[in-house]
């Protein structure tokens, strides 16, 4: 494989003198900044410039556009179809098909998508630029379509010769259409026959083998002149005679090919006698059946392109030409046509590639000449399933292949919606599909609770537990910084951030003391197991329990918990002032609520927080400290209080 | 490529430094003006500068983000010989209705006795650890060991390279793979003092960084480097700054016994190697998933590299200034307001990447073949005035400048194959 050497492509950068200088950049996600810098430490300050740019540098990609996107939507869902194939297509045969359907799929969409392109750049609402670039994208669009085509002839259905030619001739008409406008123009004018353009679609239909419709319009001219009857009448019974190979038939190519060779001795026959020569246009037409190469290469206008050429020069005179023979003729015809008018252009080498059947120069051409990696890689990948790279080079088949998709894949994530399609892309990519994945997925800005749970779904579905921990923690992060403490609490329970958590649990504390009220209770109130994940959170959604509890009035209940919650050392140590303070009301209820043994309990924990205290110091904390002592006086009275009451109500009831 | 967009940065000296941060919606240029200024990027794409402030006492070399998860964090480095600490707090109303952001400095790191010429926090996997490194030889990592309180960072670990050190990159692999792994670059010019490119490996056993390699191959200055993403491999790639571009390969070797304490031994191989820049490299860095390599060198240009699926490396793209210092009619740079004059610049720079699209084919077919070269022709608006009046003439300049630029150049960066 002769390396095609490229020379990189140059960006100015506006406003910077290289030559005095340095370049400075960064990479960004999907783009790269430059600035003018100088890395080397002079050491008198230069003249330092006051405004520095910082220069935002894109890839030039198609992705942009809203046209396109709609090919990549579509394309991307027969990419995941033809992934999905091998289980639904049991014989070889039917996958064979299903390839060759898939193939015109792509192909239909490649079109549909001209087609917008057109009638959008025909419409006048656009601005002209904007018509350009459609313009630009119409034609590139064509070209992958017609390289597309020619593969599909070529190496899909890798038709055997006799119906290769068929299908040639099929891709030829299919993309050079307008000769149906002029046909149509002509056979609609008043008078076809003296329409100027009739001997043009009358040739054009030839050079295609479109034999019925040249025979029909021949007819429009014979009425016209009854003096040449007979020469038309010839004419017309040797297109008719013409022999057309018929692949379901019962007639060998060996047939075919004696059938023909009679035909073609019979037109060169006539051409010999000069039957035609008083009908300049009909002997035209012989020449052309004959397949006399002058004569062929006279009709240029008519071919426009070396291929047209070629296929016209195998239909009269090759028609049984095998798959091997095409590189022969297709390099001739190329050199004929061409003949040092103008040099081969990218498409011309990438359709010779492919009439020489080497699938990785044609390849390797569309990815230096397109300017997007969409036709490379799902091309590659279509051709990978047919099992043709493999065959072709043992070494590295399924890499370009897997490398192809990893670079359209990468492109698509920089857009941002179109990122999501990649996704899928990078699934199929056995080697390096799922390291890519993960590099991309945690670069896509979390702009919103949407898109970062869309983010998260994705990774969770394919087990990125290290992703999906970082997402979460982000989210928390950011949730808590905006001061949104209900969301940076779920978020922190979803990333299993215990640290974190604890520190959130601590905040809602903190705000309760303050407040007297708690936020965000629909989450507090549904933990559920969640809330093991810290021993804060966990006193958190205990605590709130036996707010419900009290809540609800079931004084006992909540009168249990709330010691539990003490003894049971699930809440921290400087919270418990605030549990004491709300066993108080319980502890003044008429009816007993607290055991005697609760009572006690109380007491030790009420005992065991004051014993450590240390004396104030300050005079503000003195002041606190006065209120401090008063609560505990107040608790006090009231747990004595309590444990008489319930001493009498115990030994009441025992009597 | 196309230059999309230009941002008049308003530093008042050279720009050393641009980060982006993790998701690339937010920027943070450094300058030797002393300042660090945050730009955020808007829902259009414009960039507008959310936070301005003098960081240190000196020329700020090196400004980098903190992951997100670590919350908004940013730190700096100094000639003033030290390394700086910020965090973004959430502003008060008044603050976010003018679109700013309120910046404050959570420490400042002043153990080195010499500029601090890199700093770079470490994977995030490790935790919130910040390296430095000085000019005096040493690599200073620190760490926060409580992540809701940035004012305390201790120094956990100092390695002396003994020579001048310019920049450090962390292997950003994470550490069950291996453990942690540094690189450092030094700057000294005597190539008699060997290898001018130490890796670094953290120990288990002795909780201390110890060096693994020296690449003796490199003893010219390095001025930058780069560990690539490891993509799962078994090796690593590291990417150099010195006279020239290289690219290694680090293959570990296996250890001759399970407990062996010593650091891991490489297998050092060069896999690419490019003097295209002509004399020094400054800058080299990866693009996210390290398809392509960039490098800022000597000749004034940045140099884009790919390897084809083969691990053939090219050029494949090349940033060049247009050689057009920008001075307007009264001496004074032109300046063009960032916000208002992005937009315009931004249309106008679409078209320019129209321009600059390739053309490949010809349209086969009518009716597209009479345009073949239509769109080619500039549209009337870009077409040269000669206006003296102020406003529209740098306006003008600018249009011309970048008409003039990159149109009609052809190719994509991408010879795939």
């Known amino acids: 494989m002769a390396e095609v050497d490229v020379d990189p492509i140059t960006t100015l950068i506006p406003g910077i003198d290289s030559s005095q200088r340095h370049l400075g950049f960064v990479w960004g996600p999907g783009d790269l900044l430059a600035y003018e810098t100088q890395y080397k430490p002079t050491g008198a300050q230069h003249a330092a410039q006051s405004c520095p740019f910082v220069h935002v540098v894109r890839k030039d990609e198609d992705i942009y556009s809203p046209i396109l996107r709609k090919l990549f939507n579509e394309s991307h869902h027969i990419f995941v179809g033809l992934q999905n194939m091998k289980d639904d297509v049991p014989s070889k045969n039917k996958k064979h098909q299903y390839v060759t359907h898939v193939s015109k799929n792509y192909r239909s969409v490649i079109r549909a998508c001209m087609e917008e392109l057109q009638r959008v750049a025909a419409s006048d609402i656009i601005p002209r630029w904007f018509e350009c670039m459609f313009i630009r994208q119409v034609s590139i669009l064509l070209a992958v379509e017609l390289i597309w085509n020619l593969c599909e002839v070529l190496f899909i259905e890798a038709a055997p010769a006799g119906s290769l030619l068929l299908h040639l001739l099929d891709w030829v008409r299919l993309h050079k259409a307008d000769v149906d406008e002029k046909a149509q123009e002509v056979l609609q004018s008043e008078c076809p026959a003296e329409h100027q353009a009739y001997w043009d679609v009358t040739v054009c239909y030839i050079l295609q083998g479109r034999i019925d419709e040249a025979r029909q319009i021949l007819l429009k001219q014979a009425s016209q002149q009854p003096a040449a009857r007979v020469t038309f009448k010839l004419m017309d019974s040797l297109l008719m005679k013409m022999p057309i190979y018929n692949p379901g038939g019962t007639q060998t190519l060996t047939e075919f090919d004696v059938k023909w060779r009679r035909w073609h001795q019979e037109c060169d026959r006539c051409l010999q006698d000069n039957s035609f020569a008083s009908h300049p246009h009909l002997e035209l037409i012989c020449k052309i059946l004959v397949g006399d190469e002058d004569t062929l290469l006279e009709q240029r206008e008519h071919l426009s392109t070396w291929y047209h050429f070629l296929v016209t020069r195998l239909l009269y005179c090759h028609p049984t030409v095998k798959p091997t023979e095409l590189h022969y003729y297709a390099q001739a015809s190329m050199d004929m046509f061409l003949d040092g008018r103008s040099a081969p252009e990218p498409l011309d080498s990438i359709l010779l590639a492919a009439f020489e059947f080497d699938i990785h120069q044609v390849i390797k051409d569309c990815s230096i000449a397109l300017n997007n990696w969409w036709f490379v890689a799902h091309l590659t990948d279509l051709l990978d399933h047919c099992k043709l790279l493999q065959s072709h080079n043992l070494h590295f088949g399924s890499n370009l292949r897997e490398f192809l998709l990893l670079e359209y894949a990468s492109g698509l994530f920089t857009h941002h919606s179109l990122w999501q399609l990649a996704v899928d892309y990078f699934d199929h990519c056995p080697e390096f599909g799922r390291v890519y994945l993960e590099l991309q997925i945690e670069r896509v800005p979390l702009d919103t609770e949407r898109k970062a749970l869309k983010v998260l779904r994705i990774c969770e579905q394919r087990q990125m537990a290290e992703q999906v921990r970082s997402i979460c923690k982000i989210m928390a992060k950011k949730a808590l910084r905006n001061n949104r403490l209900g969301s940076a609490l779920s978020w922190s329970i979803r990333a299993k951030d215990a640290a974190f958590a604890t520190l959130i649990s601590e905040r809602f504390l903190q705000d309760y003391c303050t407040h007297g009220t708690f936020s965000d209770l629909d989450l507090i109130d ?40 003490m003894t049971a050392k699930i809440a921290p140590r400087s919270f418990w002032m605030t549990l004491l303070t709300d066993a108080l009301p319980l502890l003044e209820q008429k009816q007993v609520i607290f055991s005697a043994d609760q009572t006690y309990e109380l007491m030790h924990c009420l005992e065991e927080l004051t014993t450590g205290k240390v004396a104030p110091e300050t005079e503000l904390s003195m002041q606190e400290d006065n209120i401090e002592a008063t609560k505990i006086e107040l608790l006090r009275l009231a747990l004595a209080r309590n444990l008489a009451l319930a001493i009498v109500k115990e030994g009441t009831l025992e009597a | 490529m196309f230059v999309a967009r230009s941002i008049a940065a308003d530093h008042k000296d050279l720009i050393h430094d641009v980060s982006y941060d993790f998701h690339g919606r937010r920027m943070a240029t450094c300058s030797s003006d002393q300042s660090v200024k945050v730009w955020d990027k808007s829902e259009s794409g414009e960039w507008h500068c959310t936070a301005s402030w003098k960081t240190h006492s000196g020329s700020v070399w090196r400004v980098t983000w903190a992951h997100p998860e670590f919350g908004q964090v940013l730190a700096s480095c100094s000639f003033d010989r030290t390394a700086a600490v910020w965090e973004e707090i959430v502003g008060e109303s008044n603050d976010k209705q003018r679109g700013q952001s309120h910046w404050i400095k959570r420490t400042t790191l002043v153990d080195s006795r010499t500029s601090v010429t890199d700093v770079k926090f470490a994977p995030k996997h490790m935790g919130l650890m910040l390296t430095t490194c000085s000019a005096d030889g040493v690599v200073r990592i620190y760490e926060a060991p409580d992540v809701m309180n940035l004012s305390q960072w201790s120094l956990q670990h100092e390695i002396s390279s003994k020579l001048s050190c310019s920049c450090i990159s962390w292997n950003p692999s994470s550490s069950r793979a291996h453990p942690p792994m540094i690189a450092v670059g030094s700057d000294d010019s005597c190539v008699t003092y060997g290898g001018k490119v130490q890796i670094y490996e953290y120990n288990e056993n002795t909780r201390k960084y110890a060096k693994a390699e020296t690449l003796m191959t490199v003893t010219d200055p390095v001025h930058d480097l780069a560990f690539a993403p490891n993509l799962g491999r078994s090796f690593h790639v590291l990417a150099v700054a010195t ?20 650091p891991t031994k490489f297998e050092v191989q060069i896999m690419a190697q490019f003097d295209h820049h002509n004399s020094q490299v400054w800058r080299v860095s990866w693009n996210i998933t390290s398809t392509l390599l960039a490098s800022s060198g000597d000749d004034g240009c940045v140099r884009l590299w790919k390897a084809n699926y083969m691990d053939n490396w090219k050029c494949t793209g090349i940033l060049k200034g247009d050689g057009s210092p920008v001075i307007g009619s009264s001496g004074q740079p032109v300046a063009l307001s960032a916000a208002g004059g992005s937009s315009a610049l931004a249309s106008q720079n679409a078209l320019n990447g129209v321009m600059a699209g390739r053309y490949f084919f010809p349209p086969l077919d009518p009716p597209w073949a009479g345009s073949r070269y239509a769109h080619l022709l500039p549209p009337p608006s870009l077409i040269e005035q000669t206006c003296e009046s102020e406003s529209s003439r740098s306006q003008q300049t600018l249009l011309r400048r970048r008409f003039s630029g990159p149109a009609l150049h052809s190719l994509p960066e991408k010879e795939g194959v």
């Open chain 2, 243 to 262: 006279k020239d571009v290289r690219i290694f390969k680090l293959m570990p070797m296996r250890k001759e016994t399970a407990t062996s304490s010593g």
């Open chain 1, 526 to 565: 549904n933990l559920g197991s969640a809330m093991l994940l810290s021993d804060r959170l966990t006193f958190l959604g205990k605590y709130r329990e036996f707010h419900k509890l009290y809540a609800e009035k079931q004084f006992a209940e909540a009168a249990r918990l709330l010691l539990s919650l």
